[in-house]
């Protein structure tokens, strides 16, 4: 992702410190497990154009957006204090660090959205399908919890599920060819959110791909 206007930030940050969590600063905020249907978590969050609408659509849901690059998560958390949005809160981490920072079996679900694919075999560990990542999605979600991914990348799509497979997972369900435009009634489901990436792919025609994966 090219990050622009690095200058801006501190004063992004400042303006939207609300809407962050630091775990250094203390431990995971009990309420919004308790105050709040579901918990959701986006690994890789981006400028935070997926969490926003769904966060809107879904007040009753609490969304957490993880993503390593400040830079970028600071115009995540401007976007969503612009637009009032209340059950919402971002991190600044990297999710390979981030294995105590949630209470075990916390998250209802993880979305990895258009990952980097890392297509070198050589960085293979640092694609967010890896295990190491998938013993941090394991220990945080809940019993009856799922992830979702969505991607443009064929390859990375192909060799995340079998990832899950091999750690384990039971893919629920695979579309090769997600639509534009949702069945009615499932607009505001995640698979049919557009995140900031796919809105690029979507321009170029490109087929989106979406799983489901589940522990059981
Ligand atoms: C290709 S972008 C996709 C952003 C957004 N999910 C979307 O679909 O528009 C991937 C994002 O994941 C972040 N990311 C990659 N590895 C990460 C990690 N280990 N922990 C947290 N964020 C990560 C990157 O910094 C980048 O912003």
Same mark, same amino acid.
């Given at each position: 992702?090219?990050?622009?206007?690095?200058?801006?930030?501190?004063?992004?940050?400042?303006?939207?410190?609300?809407?962050?969590?630091?775990?250094?600063?203390?431990?995971?905020?009990?309420?919004?497990?308790?105050?709040?249907?579901?918990?959701?978590?986006?690994?890789?969050?981006?400028?935070?154009?997926?969490?926003?609408?769904?966060?809107?659509?879904?007040?009753?849901?609490?969304?957490?957006?993880?993503?390593?690059?400040?830079?970028?998560?600071? $115009?995540? =958390?401007? @976007? !969503?204090?612009?637009?009032?949005?209340?059950?919402?809160?971002? #991190?600044? %981490?990297?999710?390979?660090?981030?294995?105590?920072?949630?209470?075990?079996?916390?998250?209802?679900?993880?979305?990895?959205?258009?990952?980097?694919?890392?297509?070198?075999?050589?960085?293979?560990?640092?694609?967010?399908?890896?295990?190491?990542?998938?013993?941090?999605?394991?220990?945080?979600?809940?019993?009856?919890?799922?992830?979702?991914?969505?991607?443009?990348?064929?390859?990375?799509?192909?060799?995340?599920?079998?990832?899950?497979?091999?750690?384990?997972?039971?893919?629920?369900?695979?579309?090769? $060819?997600? =639509?534009? @435009? !949702?069945?009615?009634?499932?607009?505001?489901?995640?698979?049919? #959110?557009? %995140?900031?990436?796919?809105?690029?792919?979507?321009?170029?025609?490109?087929?989106?791909?979406?799983?489901?994966?589940?522990?059981?």
């Amino acid at each position: 992702m090219r990050i622009r206007g690095k200058d801006k930030v501190p004063e992004l940050l400042h303006k939207s410190a609300s809407l962050f969590f630091n775990p250094e600063q203390g431990s995971f905020p009990s309420e919004w497990l308790t105050a709040y249907h579901h918990v959701e978590l986006e690994v890789g969050c981006g400028r935070g154009t997926f969490l926003s609408q769904m966060a809107s659509h879904h007040p009753t849901t609490f969304y957490i957006g993880i993503e390593k690059f400040v830079e970028i998560i600071a $115009r995540a =958390a401007t @976007l !969503a204090l612009d637009q009032h949005i209340e059950n919402i809160r971002f #991190i600044h %981490t990297d999710i390979g660090r981030s294995l105590d920072l949630f209470p075990p079996e916390s998250m209802h679900t993880i979305y990895l959205n258009f990952s980097d694919p890392w297509p070198r075999r050589r960085n293979e560990i640092k694609r967010l399908t890896h295990a190491r990542h998938l013993a941090v999605y394991r220990h945080i979600l809940q019993k009856n919890g799922i992830l979702e991914l969505k991607t443009d990348n064929s390859p990375f799509f192909d060799w995340s599920l079998q990832s899950l497979r091999k750690d384990g997972w039971v893919i629920q369900d695979v579309d090769y $060819r997600v =639509a534009d @435009l !949702a069945p009615q009634g499932e607009e505001t489901r995640g698979k049919y #959110i557009q %995140t900031e990436y796919e809105q690029k792919f979507r321009r170029l025609q490109l087929p989106i791909f979406h799983a489901i994966a589940s522990l059981n």
